[in-house]
């Protein structure tokens, strides 16, 4: 198996004094804003809040700008500062987001456009710290086999007309109309190597070549296409090839499960799918593509002061075990608010 690791070289966080002023000065002021968004919403699930706060400092500029943290210039001024850190992470307009992994390859016309490329490696760590929920509608239909053919995607309760948000930052691919399939959708490409596609659209607030940042409107939900009652079709893609998104995401509390999500050709090895292949589908235990949803693995969401030797104590299992399945060693730092998985 080859590996492969994309270095994204617009973020380029020089180690120049200047930088490192402002950059210090964000991270005090990240706490200091997460104080004030605890203080102010008190009773609200902690995973919530999470969201909350990033569509808050996402969306500032249409909620109008200012508005929302009205307390204090100071913070005005350090949301400012915040905003041009975010923006010096922002692609290129000419630039195509994993252009090296994707063969050089942008078409505007296709879904999957990758069938050609042979060179891409087949293990790769997906990093995805910059995550936003697309919509927080609850799942109405999952992945996989369904009575003739593969849905290869979830699908979200939405009503026409509720804003569909970029789930990372990236650049969009595809704006089109499928009347028998998709409808109006779009594909947005990342710099972290996926792919999202959003279907069922009722309107669009993008065009191909823009430039997107998590948790940017990007369009409206809808009904349109092969589709019953309005929702958001929703998939994550690699190479063209289809994954569960609920491997990724915890839809129930609408954050990733971790950072980072390794890619292996295990993880298209779904039965009835056409991108598994016949020796990875052999080697697959359960025909089932969704272990999270059959209760398998549990997760433990850290807490400050938590260690691995008192999680593997609670829950009873060995802290070789915890590094070995989230891929840790002994030493590595926990962080409260991540999640960390015990089984
Ligand atoms: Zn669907």
Sequence with gaps: MMKFSLQNNKASWSAKADKLRVLSLAALMTVSLSSFSQNKSKGIKPSSERVELNYKQRHSKVAGNNQLYADGIKIKRDLTILKEI??????????????ELYGGIWVNNHVNAYSNVKEAPDTFKVDLTNFTIPTTGYITSKFGKRQRRMH??????????????????????????????????????????????????????VDVDDVVKSGEPIALGGNTGRSTGSHLHLEFRYMGKPIDPTEIVDFENKVCHKDSYLITPETFAVSGSRYANPSTLATRKSNTPNKYAKGEVTYHRIKSGDTLSNIARRYNVSIAQLCKINNISKTTVLKAGKSIRIS
């Design 152 to 205: 290869y995607g979830i699908d979200l309760k939405v009503q026409v007309g509720d804003t569909i948000y970029a789930a990372f930052d990236g650049k969009v691919r595809v704006k089109q109309f499928e009347r028998r399939g998709y409808g109006n959708y779009l594909v947005i490409r990342h710099p972290n190597g996926l792919e999202t596609v959003y279907g069922h659209l009722s309107g669009f607030l």
């Design 86 to 99: 975010q923006e010096q992470r922002i692609l290129n307009s000419d630039e195509i987001p994993a252009e």
